[in-house]
Nanobody
């Protein structure tokens, strides 16, 4: 059973920083793209940042220059360094990964989410 477990959320002041981590566990063949999405209160889930297995990154316009996504393939872990936080960054942050299973089939997985709250 593949699981994505997030950590690192919490409360921060505007202008502050937080670092999120997401580790994939279980039996699988490989991990392709990994990413972070967020769902602000009363809004739809949206892409924050994504990173391919080759290290190519993509960011939402609202976080470019403030957030940095990275991954440690040896640890099956993706990180999101969030700097210059704004109250608008308040949301539940979800980890996402495209995983190739032992069977050879690809599957998209979600973590349970971690709350990030930024106070003004």
């Amino acid at each position: 059973q593949v699981q994505l477990v997030e950590s690192g959320g919490g409360l921060a002041q505007a202008g502050g920083s937080l670092r999120l981590s997401c580790a994939a566990s279980g039996r699988f063949f490989s991990i392709n793209a990994m990413g972070w999405y967020r769902q602000p209160p009363g809004k739809q889930r949206e892409l924050v940042a994504r990173i391919t297995s080759g290290g190519v990154t993509d960011y939402a316009a609202s976080v470019k220059g403030r957030f940095t996504i990275s991954r440690d393939s040896a640890k099956n872990t993706v990180y999101l360094q969030m700097n210059s936080l704004e109250p608008e960054d308040t949301a539940v942050y979800y980890c996402n990964a495209d995983i190739k299973e032992i069977s050879g089939r690809g599957h998209n997985y979600w973590g349970r989410g971690t709350q990030v709250t930024v106070s003004s």
